[in-house]
């Protein structure tokens, strides 16, 4: 097993943490039936995701900081996104 380097590892972890958070975005939009902005979520989902799965399929190590970065992505989003019932989802632009 290669040693691990601190950016690569810092690089994964952020892009994961992207990439649960773009996700949070994708399925809000996904809910409130907001096409555009769905389908904009999705791809940039797509792009961060692809960049952390090359990146940790070198060296298994790194879904370590995949895993944490995920942790920190959905839990950030979720408390962005969390406001009082009655408004539209946050990641929900109108068409």
């Known amino acids: 097993m ?3 380097d601190p950016v690569t590892a810092g690089a994964v972890l952020f892009a994961t943490a992207a990439t649960d958070a773009v996700y949070v975005m994708f399925t809000s ?5 907001k096409r555009v902005p769905a389908a904009t979520w999705s791809s940039v ?3 961060l995701s692809s960049y952390a799965v090359i990146s940790y399929t070198e060296n298994w190590a790194y879904v370590a900081f995949a895993a944490v970065g995920s942790w920190i992505g959905a839990y950030a989003s979720i408390t962005y996104l969390h406001r009082p ?3 539209p989802p946050v990641g ?3 068409e």
């Not at 939009?29 to 039936?33: E, H, L």
């Open 85 to 87: 019932p009655g408004g």
């Open 45 to 47: 989902w797509y792009l």
């Open 92 to 94: 929900a632009a109108p």
């Open 2 to 4: 290669a040693a691990i």
């Open 29 to 33: 939009a996904v809910v409130a039936r």
